[in-house]
């Protein structure tokens, strides 16, 4: 299965644009990009995923390298409440229903500073 | 709207004895409904995702069965707790082929 990296942790301040940024240099071709977080003591969440073009929507932005070996989470003006673990997971194309299996890794831990 | 909904929040159990976890899911039909744990320090694991009453697959063999009773509704189990089954236990559901899974607020069990 490919495998992703990212950085074990990051700190934002406040109201400032917070990039976190994922390896995933054995992606193949059919695999989407997703990205979750998980509040402290709470399930995950759905953030966001891509498959080649970026992508926005109200919570986020994923940046997609135009090889797709890396991709950027990209938080706006980060407030307190996204202080959480960020993970970027690869799910192939067909992954919807009884394949959507999705494998966490460590992700990157988000503190962000008043 | 949908919602899922998993009960106890918290609960502390000796080992030896048996468990019982339960997820329940509104506002949706058919939902693709799956059990993950999530133990202190380590990242979530799958442990059985189910597409249809009475379908269950298991992606970690374990001391622990789930079952699916009725459409929305999910059941984790355990005949004889363990220490290493202390952890975080979260529902989720996904319907269809979407790719977003919506999780719960999750269960909190410690074996003591």
């Known amino acids: 299965d490919a495998k992703t990296t990212q950085p074990n942790s990051m700190e934002s301040n406040e109201e400032e644009p917070v990039h976190l940024p994922c390896n995933h240099s054995t992606i193949s071709g059919t695999d989407y990009i997703h990205w979750y977080r998980q509040l402290p003591s709470q399930g995950p969440e759905y953030v966001i995923h891509?498959?080649?073009s970026n992508v926005n929507n109200r919570m986020a932005s994923l940046a997609i390298a135009e090889d797709r070996k890396s991709s950027t989470l990209i938080l706006h003006r980060a407030t307190l409440r996204d202080a959480a673990v960020y993970y970027c997971i690869l799910l192939p194309i067909n992954s919807g229903g009884s394949n959507y299996k999705l494998t966490f890794g460590k992700g990157t831990l988000l503190t962000v500073n008043p | 709207s949908q919602t899922i909904h998993q009960w106890p929040a918290t609960l502390v159990q000796p080992v030896g004895s048996p468990l019982s976890l339960e997820c329940t899911v509104e506002?949706?039909?058919?939902?693709?409904l799956y059990w993950y744990r999530q133990a202190a320090g380590r990242g979530l694991q799958l442990l059985f995702y189910s597409v249809g009453i009475g379908q269950i697959s298991s992606e970690v063999p374990q001391n622990l069965s789930a079952s699916r009773p009725q459409d929305r509704q999910f059941i984790l189990s355990s005949k004889k707790l363990l220490l290493s089954d202390s952890g975080f236990y979260l529902c989720?559901?996904?319907?269809?082929?979407?790719?977003?899974?919506?999780f719960g607020p999750g269960t909190r069990l410690t074996v003591t």
């Open positions: 891509g498959l080649t």
């Open positions: 989720a559901w996904s319907v269809g082929t979407s790719y977003e899974q919506y």
């Open positions: 506002g949706t039909s058919n939902p693709n």
